[in-house]
């Protein structure tokens, strides 16, 4: 990435540049981060972070709920909120979806209640207080969606 931040590690370009799509659960910052997350070559989904510039403020929604092949619903925010009651709350939020992607805290979390999960897949370039690296893969199969922490 260009402006003096860290740049996304070569291991997490290879591995999105074999993905259909890339998931951003926010904080991109800049405009011009977002161009070279885009030119990978996979589309992007993101929202918006409490960390991005106006201009992305403008571009970005707050949350967001895609669907995914075989009918499955991913839903996006960037704060998830407090720890305690979090897998529930987000649920609450987007009853329609099978799981929920999320950033912020920035510290890698896959929680699971029957067939509804949240995931947080750290961050690649800001690891704050996780004590990793990393990012996440979401597979899509049979009408159902996994997720694998990548450390890297």
Do not use: W, Y
Not at 9 to 19: F, G, K, M, Q, T
Not at 23 to 50: K, R, S
């Amino acid at each position: 990435m260009t402006g003096g931040r860290r740049k996304l590690p070569d291991a997490c370009v290879e591995r999105l540049r074999l993905c259909d799509l890339i998931l951003h659960g926010g904080d991109v910052m800049t405009e011009a981060a977002l161009a070279e997350i885009e030119a990978i070559g996979p589309p992007v989904e993101a929202v918006l972070g409490n960390m991005d510039s106006l201009e992305l403020r403008a571009r970005l929604p707050p949350e967001r709920l895609i669907a995914l092949a075989g009918g499955v619903k991913l839903g996006m925010v960037h704060d998830a909120g407090p720890a305690h009651g979090r897998l529930g709350r987000l649920q609450l939020r987007f009853p329609d979806a099978d799981a929920v992607v999320f950033g912020h805290s920035h510290i890698p979390l896959h929680e699971r209640d029957g067939g509804f999960q949240i995931f947080n897949p750290g961050s690649p370039t800001e690891r704050r207080r996780s004590p990793l690296h990393a990012m996440g893969l979401a597979r899509v199969a049979g009408g159902e969606i996994s997720f694998e922490l990548v450390p890297l």
